[in-house]
């Protein structure tokens, strides 16, 4: 039976990389007999320019009835007057709610060949392989807020920060189902020692922990562990934690890597989940033929692997990415001396000829 994957190539760069991702499962596809059916819908920047929306209600219903998103990148200067509940980003906030996105997955594995693009020493980033599952819908990002109000004679705002225990249960479980597809260890990240909302985190982390017996847990405070991912961060196999201090780690564990441009995610959906890279449209470089596309190509990996369950194909995409880069072939952005320079569509083809 057929698979159906929506792309929303989106702004920017996002029409060469998904490209390039389309090519490299049309290949996998050959291999594996995976059978995918490929659907482009319009979001963003591009969206709004032909039909007056970031998100039309034809992308979001023909997401909702897909196998999986593949998504590019949305936004650009072009747009910085837009109306703020028109500008293209809104597609992204509409996804995940139209989509019941509750949960980013975000990878962090270091090809030895890239070891040396890290800021940390060698010793320090060689073997890193993690995932950071961030709890995408709840917290302070989607809490109650007051932007200004006069509290004893002078102005305050606030946001209020709240998790009830469903939440937090769900965005535990994937986490510890993640682990069981890998090492078998999950880091709960949290301010326990601060916050009412963070003690009901771990104290429901440690009850669905009861669940998973081969799956070892830790706790850290997410002071310690922003500062674990710099000194150590080999130490990781599954990070889970909620959406303000995912945000943070998430971003700051990408950079232990050395480029954003190799570094791919998963959205996970009540019904559908999207696959996108982390970067964004990079309006400066769209259209010459130079961008990266092996983070789009590792999201459509991700795709296989989390949406359709076909993970000798999401390995064998993987494993071409690293010998591309092990025989030498670099993006303008990961280029050095002594390195074969290739633009977005000869990387395509290098990646396609190692699946």
């Not at 009835?65 to 992204?92: H, M, Q, T, Y």
């Not at 993690?130 to 004679?153: N, P, Q, T």
């Not at 998973?212 to 196999?237: H, I, K, S």
Request: include cysteine.
């Amino acid at each position: 039976m057929a698979k159906k994957i929506v792309v929303i190539p989106g702004d920017g760069i996002g029409k060469e990389i998904t490209d390039s991702a389309v090519a490299v499962l049309k290949k996998a596809d050959e291999k594996y007999g995976l059978g995918l059916e490929y659907e482009y819908h319009d979001a963003g920047g591009t969206a709004y320019d032909k039909f007056g929306v970031p998100l039309p209600e034809t992308t979001l219903e023909a997401c909702k009835a897909a196998d999986g998103v593949l998504f590019g990148a949305v936004g650009g200067d072009k747009w910085d007057n837009v109306e703020p509940s028109l500008r293209p980003e809104k597609a992204i906030l509409g996804l995940r709610k139209g989509l019941g996105l509750y949960a980013n997955l975000r990878p962090v594995k270091v090809a030895d060949a890239l070891v040396e693009y890290s800021p940390l020493k060698p010793e320090l980033v060689r073997g890193v392989d993690l995932v950071i599952v961030r709890e995408l819908v709840g917290g302070i990002y989607f809490g109650d807020r007051c932007e200004s109000e006069i509290k004893d004679g002078h102005e305050r705002a606030w946001d209020l920060e709240n998790y009830s225990v469903p939440e937090v249960e769900r965005i535990t479980k994937l986490a510890f189902e993640t682990a069981k597809l890998r090492r078998g260890k999950v880091t709960s990240v949290d301010k326990a020692n601060v916050l009412a909302t963070s003690r009901l985190w771990r104290r429901t982390v440690a009850k669905v922990a009861e669940g998973y017996p081969d799956v070892e847990l830790g706790n850290l405070y997410v002071d310690n562990c922003a500062m674990q991912l710099a000194v150590r961060p080999t130490q990781f196999d599954v990070i889970v934690t909620g959406n303000l201090f995912g945000d943070i780690l998430s971003d700051e564990a990408a950079v232990v890597g050395g480029s954003i441009g190799m570094m791919p995610s998963a959205s996970i959906g009540e019904c559908t989940s999207l696959y996108e890279p982390i970067h964004g449209s990079a309006p400066d470089i769209a259209g010459k033929g130079i961008a990266n596309p092996m983070g789009t190509v590792l999201s459509a990996a991700m795709l296989l692997r989390y949406s359709l369950h076909e993970e000798e194909a999401a390995r064998a995409i993987e494993k071409a990415v690293d010998k591309t880069l092990e025989d030498g072939f670099r993006t303008p952005d990961l280029w050095k001396e002594g390195f074969t320079k290739v633009g977005t569509e000869e990387a395509t083809k290098v990646i396609c000829d190692r699946v």
